[in-house]
């Protein structure tokens, strides 16, 4: 299944400067597994060491925050929009 997936500026050294790519899979395991392995690193920037989406990581597809849905088995739908949006701070 074919996905558009939305990098932000932070990451975008690792898509040499692309802001949106194309993606495959299922799931969004399955779509972060074949991203990492089309753009080597990006993956650790998304997932922490256990495997889980970072804590200051926020991952939406279409409009549903996955975090509230399956997590990383969240069910992607052919021709779905995926957003990673990392958590702004500031004082």
Known sequence: MSVSVRI???LRTYTQGV??????GATLRDVL???DADYPGIGGRILDE???I???VN??????DVRFADGLD??????AQISIIPA???G
């Open 19 to 24: 802001a949106e790519v194309t993606g495959e």
């Open 8 to 10: 932000p500026t932070i």
């Open 33 to 35: 597994q074949k991203l």
């Open 74 to 79: 969240t069910s992607i739908p052919e021709g």
């Open 54 to 56: 970072r804590r200051f």
């Open 50 to 52: 256990t495997g889980k």
């Open 88 to 90: 702004v701070a500031g």
């Open 59 to 64: 991952v939406y597809v279409g409009e549903e």
